[in-house]
Nanobody, 123 residues
Framework: QVQLVESGGGLVQAGGSLRLSCAAS????????MGWFRQAPGKEREFVAA????????YYADSVKGRFTISRDDAKNTVYLQMNSLKPEDTAVYYC????????????????WGQGTQVTVSS
């Protein structure tokens, strides 16, 4: 059973930075891509970023492109989301997700989810 544990959320002022981490276990981490999603109050869970199994390909939602960076460390079985130039509209619970096979931007592709970590950006 794949388990995902996020950390690194918190309260930050607009323009600030945070780095989220997601530690994975339960299958060979380096064989799979990983994704990050977020859900704001009253809104649907939305795609934020994804990274391929090799780390050679990354994908971002338009709303975060140029501000967020996804990366991975296979030696630590961990995927990261570096978030810079944060805006109040980035406030949400952020979820790490693992796909059953290939990564896409669609929520239905992902079978495994972490518990989420709250990110709050004050104006």
């Amino acid at each position: 059973q794949v388990q995902l544990v996020e950390s690194g959320g918190g309260l930050v002022q607009a323009g600030g930075s945070l780095r989220l981490s997601c530690a994975a276990s339960g299958r060979t981490f380096s064989n799979y891509g990983m994704g990050w999603f977020r859900q704001a109050p009253g809104k649907e869970r939305e795609f934020v970023a994804a990274i391929s199994w090799s780390g050679g390909s990354t994908y971002y939602a338009d709303s975060v492109k140029g501000r967020f960076t996804i990366s991975r460390d296979d030696a630590k079985n961990t995927v990261y989301l570096q978030m810079n130039s944060l805006k109040p509209e980035d406030t949400a619970v952020y979820y790490c997700a693992a796909p059953r096979s290939r990564i896409t931007t669609m929520r239905s592709t992902y079978d495994y989810w972490g518990q989420g970590t709250q990110v709050t950006v004050s104006s």
